[in-house]
């Protein structure tokens, strides 16, 4: 082994270029990329990994973004530090800010949900498809120990992934996380090499904070044998049983169940209860998902009355769970959006050759109009359902509470096309999808039957 090797291996080494460059090149990056950068020793270590990495690569454009979250005063001078570091490693550097009233109280959780917004707003813009974040091997350690105290179960405790895809409407950008697999010390050696001062976030000493107390609580535990490292491992293993269950759960649904081009699923509830609990409630989840919109399945206590109801064959006329009405038909499960969750949807508005999502779940697109204002995407409901069958409009043999949900284009109170059945002007061309493209329902590919 030689020299270099050796130092690689050593806990508290910097992170060589060469190890960088494989980790990444492991998850085939864009040419236009962006990473999150707080200034912290980590962000600040992946910076200048990253910094290195693209200059020895043609036609890389790298940029770096900040987000103020302006939760303490410090904030916007701890930016403009960051975008002065960004500057002397010769990256673009851009401060997102966290506008509006901030919650008294789940601080934390809200300003993880702003930042990643701001993130991806900011991707969009810059035309970046992918974001570089530098979570590391201590930080899975503590992600499944803050699981493990709230009860999680096999998808709460497996590891974060090196690549996920961040989606809240419009194009894909991708999560992407090089430096998991090394720990915190090698990061801070990487930055102590490089000269530069990292901020320090007072935040990550307040043992107010579940996170913090996790982190020193690791210190303590290492001797026992349950070091980062350790720990990191068994996230990975919780991860692989995640992957199996998941294959599992897309078989079934790929038998037994049919997701609708109009958004609702039909299941046959026989084969649903027929499979393992595990696998059933999961897919009793997925389905939920993709009627629903939602990038994560209802709370567990929940999800498991709905399915011993279904079990037990006491689900009776209906029962309604995460604004899906879910109900039996001739042995089948036909779950569809509750119209009164889709009614309570933010409206979208669109103009000519503009697309976005509505409702969590569906893809609009205008493609002709006339000119004018926009077009306003709300729910059909009975009002716009009867007013379509009063102009001729086909109505097809489908489940009603599934066609009231679905989206309405408005011109102020007057329903003027439903991309999904027909247009009661001729100058109005639209098209709309179900959110299959986010990963919300298993596709058919080559091999599947």
Known sequence: MSAQDKAARRADSPVTAAEFAARLAALSPMKEIAVAFSGGPDSLALLILAAQWAKRRKGVSLHALTVDHG??????????????????????????????????????????????????????????????????LDDQ???????????????????????????????????????????????????????????????????????????????????????????????TSMASAREALEAATVALLLEHATLSPIGYVEADCAALLAAPHEIGLRALAAIIRAVGGHDYAPRLDALEGVYKALRDGTLGGGRTLAGVKLAISAGRLVATRELAAAARAAPLALGRAEEGLWDGRIFVAVLKAPRGPRLTV????????????????????????????????????????????????????????????AGLWPTKTAGNT
């Open 71 to 136: 939760l303490r005063a410090a904030s916007a001078a701890e930016a403009r530090r960051a975008a002065a570091m960004a500057k002397e490693l010769g990256v673009p550097h851009h401060i997102l800010r966290w506008k509006g009233e901030k919650p008294a109280s789940g601080v934390q959780a809200a300003a993880r949900e702003a930042r990643y917004r701001l993130l991806l707003d900011a991707c969009r813009k810059l035309g970046t498809h992918d974001l570089l974040a530098a979570h590391h």
């Open 141 to 235: 350690a503590e992600t499944l120990l803050l699981r493990l105290a709230r009860g999680s179960g096999v998808d709460g405790l497996a590891a974060m992934a090196a690549e996920r895809t961040l989606m809240v409407g419009g194009p894909h950008v991708r999560l992407l996380r090089p430096l998991l697999d090394l720990p915190r010390e090698r990061l801070v050696a990487t930055v102590r090499r490089s000269g530069l001062v990292p901020i320090k976030d007072p935040s990550n000493e307040n043992e107010a904070f579940d996170r913090v107390k996790v982190r020193k609580l690791l210190t303590a535990l290492a001797p026992l044998g349950l070091d980062a490292a350790r720990l990191a491992r068994t996230a």
């Open 378 to 437: 709300r729910a059909l409901g009975q009002a716009g359902l009867a007013r379509l069958a009063a102009c001729d409009v086909v109505i097809p043999a489908e489940p009603k509470t599934a066609l009231f949900a679905l989206p309405g284009l408005w011109r102020g109170d007057m329903l003027v096309a439903a991309p999904h059945l027909g247009t009661l002007d001729p100058r109005i061309v639209a098209h709309a999808s179900c959110r299959r493209q």
